[in-house]
C-alpha cells in the first residue's frame, strides 16, 4: 500500500506542478499585491514546498521503512490538505462570480487560478484525498 500512495502522490504533484505552473505563466506571482479574492503567492508556494517535502519524506519512508517518516510525512500531507481546501475555495468562489469575464470584481487583472482547468483540479483533489487516506492507513500499519 506505501506503493500505491507514492504512485497517487505523483501523480497528484504532476496535477499540482501543471497548476503552479499556469499560475505562474498567468501572473499568481505578480497579482499578489493585488485587492480581491485570490490565491496569494504565500498560500500556494507554501502548498507546493510542504506538499514537496512530505513526498520527499514519503520516499525516504518507503526506502527505509522507518515508521516516523510515515507520520512525518502524513502529518506534512495533512497541512498540505488543509491549505488547498483554502485554495479550492477561493477557486471555487471565483468561479460562482459571473463578473469576473474581462477583469477581476474590482476591474483588475483576472486571477491567475482562474485559468486552471477543471479536469485538473478535480482530478488533483481526488489524487490528494486518496494520498491522504494511503498515508494514514500505512502509517497505523495497515497493509502491512
Given at each position: 500500500?506505501?506503493?500505491?500512495?507514492?504512485?497517487?502522490?505523483?501523480?497528484?504533484?504532476?496535477?499540482?506542478?501543471?497548476?503552479?505552473?499556469?499560475?505562474?505563466?498567468?501572473?499568481?506571482?505578480?497579482?499578489?499585491?493585488?485587492?480581491?479574492?485570490?490565491?496569494?503567492?504565500?498560500?500556494?508556494?507554501?502548498?507546493?514546498?510542504?506538499?514537496?517535502?512530505?513526498?520527499?519524506?514519503?520516499?525516504?519512508?518507503?526506502?527505509?521503512?522507518?515508521?516516523?517518516?510515515?507520520?512525518?510525512?502524513f502529518?506534512?500531507?495533512?497541512?498540505?490538505?488543509?491549505?488547498?481546501?483554502?485554495?479550492?475555495?477561493?477557486?471555487?468562489?471565483?468561479?460562482?462570480?459571473?463578473?469576473?469575464?474581462?477583469?477581476?470584481?474590482?476591474?483588475?487583472?483576472?486571477?491567475?487560478?482562474?485559468?486552471?482547468?477543471?479536469?485538473i483540479?478535480?482530478?488533483?483533489?481526488?489524487?490528494a484525498?486518496?494520498?491522504?487516506?494511503?498515508?494514514?492507513?500505512?502509517?497505523?500499519?495497515?497493509?502491512?
Amino acid at each position: 500500500m506505501k506503493w500505491v500512495a507514492l504512485v497517487t502522490w505523483v501523480l497528484t504533484a504532476g496535477g499540482g506542478f501543471a497548476m503552479l505552473g499556469l499560475w505562474l505563466k498567468n501572473g499568481g506571482m505578480r497579482q499578489g499585491g493585488e485587492p480581491g479574492d485570490r490565491i496569494r503567492p504565500a498560500r500556494i508556494l507554501s502548498h507546493f514546498a510542504l506538499a514537496a517535502i512530505g513526498l520527499v519524506l514519503w520516499i525516504v519512508y518507503v526506502a527505509a521503512e522507518k515508521d516516523a517518516l510515515a507520520w512525518v510525512a502524513f502529518a506534512l500531507l495533512a497541512v498540505v490538505a488543509l491549505l488547498g481546501f483554502s485554495m479550492l475555495f477561493i477557486w471555487l468562489r471565483q468561479r460562482s462570480q459571473t463578473n469576473l469575464g474581462a477583469g477581476g470584481a474590482d476591474g483588475g487583472a483576472v486571477p491567475a487560478e482562474r485559468h486552471f482547468p477543471n479536469l485538473i483540479v478535480g482530478a488533483h483533489g481526488v489524487l490528494a484525498a486518496t494520498t491522504l487516506v494511503l498515508a494514514f492507513l500505512v502509517a497505523i500499519g495497515v497493509g502491512d
